[in-house]
């Protein structure tokens, strides 16, 4: 079977070394014919690339004689940089794709810095490369653009060379099989549906707490923020999921279009719903201000946690909270959706039911309901009914896999369409560089105790 030709934009960099090469060997390793051709401005040749493919390989734990084989027959490489044109590169891969016999069918993945998209992707234009014999595909990397103007632009120039059709926005959130799972898990249990509205919930949180810092990105991290680096893109992505209406069909186009909805749904943003933090040192750990390409007075926010409300007849009413930090107690996404406590109380019961959907680590569902203790006279106790994706399935793919199989097989479901990137940018425009300084948290904790104030209850957050 011929397969693609996957043209890396950015070969060397971190992405392709972590990611990318891994993904591409569990994908067309299996195709007796497919190529993968790293392009970047280094001198590397074939035989450096395939070095470079067999420690990435390595790294990731793959047989070495196997991945070896498979570098030798698969990976070649092409040297030019952003700005130089890519006569060369359409050269290389035509003669490729006629001694490897390929159809002709072409994936360009942009890895590269975000500041050199608008240029690499006309170079592609001009160099003829936005045709193909067979079909041509072109994957953008997150951040697409940095607010609103900048992505306006940006889809300017790739539509002027790439139809909507032919491009994938990656969101690697909607990689992850957790998050594709919330479509089934709502769509395809109607006993969850039928309460999966202002009747039946009281209040959705949404949390994606990471424990680590920076790491190394605080250049980036400084000019960005926490509202550009995970919500305008991955928290949007997963509300959307949550709340969206079914779709008329269970098609990219109709899947997509729910999701814009939701985001044109939202009421606006104000001040008093948002609330912004910043790790602080603690122990022995460096808050925010000590890390390297940080501004010593730097007031941007690593952590923000807000409260938004859909404007829409199924969910008015409903508050849904959104938060998200660096340097928190522990490393977990997770929804967590509250069901109305019952109109009468018989029984002096512990909590509201719960649905806790964890999207990593420890992928599962945890339904949290009351049960009487035995022997007792009417204790009640909250117990889980739980299910855990490692018990019943095993390893879960990795999100780039499930991506980058989308893109060969043409599903765009699981990107991200232009008209919701702009959308996103437009809705979370006002705190994109906010204009208060943010609240100090220490290092380890759950952010700043001001976001406790956003909920309308005294039970806390309810992920913790
Ligand atoms: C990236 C952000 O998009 O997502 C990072 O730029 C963040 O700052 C990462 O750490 C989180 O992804 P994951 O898959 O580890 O939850």
Not at 242 to 256: L, T
Request: glycine letters at 10%.
């Amino acid at each position: 079977m011929s397969g693609p030709t996957f043209v890396i934009l950015g070969a060397t960099g971190d992405l392709a070394r972590r990611k990318l090469i891994p993904a591409l060997y569990r994908l067309l390793g299996g195709w007796d014919k497919a190529m993968v051709l790293g392009v970047s401005r280094s001198d590397l040749g074939d035989e450096g690339y395939r070095a470079y493919a067999r420690e990435s390989l390595a790294d990731a734990g793959f047989n070495e004689g196997e991945a070896t084989k498979w570098c030798d027959s698969c990976i070649h490489f092409a040297q030019a940089a952003p700005g130089d044109g890519y006569g060369g590169v359409a050269d290389r891969i035509a003669e490729l794709e006629s001694e490897h016999r390929l159809g002709g069918d072409r994936v360009f993945y942009l890895a590269l810095p975000p500041k050199a998209y608008p240029g690499t992707v006309a170079d592609l234009g001009e160099a003829g490369l936005d045709k193909a014999p067979g079909w041509v595909r072109l994957v953008v990397e997150k951040p697409f653009g940095t607010d609103l103007e900048s992505a306006r632009e940006l889809n300017e120039i790739v539509h002027r060379y790439f139809p909507e059709e032919s491009v994938y926005r990656i969101d690697h959130y909607l990689g992850k099989e957790t998050v594709q799972n919330l479509l089934i898990f709502r769509f395809a249990n109607a006993l969850f549906e039928s309460s999966w509205n202002r009747g039946g919930i009281e209040s959705v949180e949404i949390t994606v707490a990471e424990a680590i810092g920076v790491e190394g990105r605080g250049n980036y991290y400084d000019g960005s923020g926490v509202v550009r680096d995970m919500v305008q893109n991955h928290l949007a992505q997963l509300m959307t999921l949550v709340a969206m209406e079914p779709p008329a069909s269970y098609s990219p186009g109709a899947i997509r279009d729910e999701k814009v909805k939701v985001l044109e749904s939202l009421q606006p943003l104000d001040a008093e719903s948002v609330v912004f933090g910043q790790y602080g040192p603690s122990g022995d750990v460096d808050g925010y201000l000590a890390e390297d390409g940080v501004a010593p007075d730097s007031a941007v926010p690593t952590f923000v946690a807000m409260r938004l409300a859909i404007d829409n007849w199924r969910w008015q009413g409903v508050p849904f909270y959104l938060r998200t930090g660096k340097g928190l107690g522990r490393r977990v996404t997770q929804i967590a959706v509250t069901f109305h406590d019952n109109p009468v109380r018989f029984f002096d019961q512990t909590a509201p039911d719960h649905l806790l959907m964890t999207l990593q680590p420890d992928e599962g569902f945890e339904l949290r309901v009351d049960v009487k203790e035995p022997a007792s006279d009417m204790n009640l106790r909250q117990i889980p009914l739980t299910f855990s994706y490692e018990e019943e399935f095993g390893r879960l793919p990795d999100a780039y896999e499930t991506l980058l199989a989308d893109v060969v097989e043409g599903d765009q479901t699981l990107f991200v369409r232009a008209d919701m990137v702009e959308e996103a940018w437009e809705y979370f425009a006002p705190i994109l560089d906010p204009p208060t300084p943010p609240y100090l948290y220490p290092a380890g904790s759950w952010g700043p105790r001001e976001a406790e104030s956003l909920l309308h209850h005294e039970r806390g957050w309810t992920t913790r």
